[in-house]
């Protein structure tokens, strides 16, 4: 499921991906036009708190979860209420870019990564579009209990 969120919901677009979903984020100052044509022509399902951008989406005939909570956690719960989460696809984007991360070898992040982390850990994950690498660090058991948490009795897999 391809996912759009409008510029009031960046905390949970960050979150939806690393859930897995392909989420477009307009951080950038967009037109409700502009973004009914994105969710027109990649098929995404809109998510906003904008009632008037829910009102065109819905006489549009696209997707359209309207968000009524500013809180987080709210917004996850009542998203993960309606589409469930691939487990198999929890922490495989970047949550920057949205693009899709590739594994990489330990030997290929000697050097571009802390020397810490390089010597502690084994697993990398690499964007290719931001240059960014991703590893399990002190973050990555907070983000788990966190998705445990959301997920619970939510996902396929």
Not at 39 to 67: F, P, Y
Not at 106 to 118: I, L, M, N
Not at 120 to 136: G, L
Request: hydrophobic share 35%; net charge positive; aromatic share 8%.
């Amino acid at each position: 499921m391809k996912l759009l969120c409008d510029q009031m919901l960046g905390s949970l677009a960050k979150w939806l991906r690393i859930l897995g979903y392909d989420t477009f984020y307009a951080n950038d100052v967009m037109t409700d036009q502009e973004l009914l044509h994105i969710a027109t022509t990649e098929n995404r399902t809109i998510i906003s708190r904008d009632k008037e951008l829910i009102l065109k989406g819905k006489k549009q005939n696209l997707d359209v979860i309207e968000i009524k909570h500013t809180d987080l956690d709210e917004q996850l719960n009542h998203v993960m209420n309606l589409i469930k989460v691939d487990k198999n696809l929890v922490l495989s984007r970047c949550t920057l870019c949205n693009t899709v991360l590739k594994t990489v070898e330990k030997s290929e992040v000697e050097g571009k990564v802390p020397k810490k982390v390089f010597d502690n850990k084994d697993k990398f994950w690499f964007c290719n579009k931001c240059k960014k690498f991703y590893w399990t660090g002190s973050h990555y058991d907070k983000i788990n209990d966190k998705i445990k948490e959301i997920t619970k009795g939510k996902t396929q897999n």
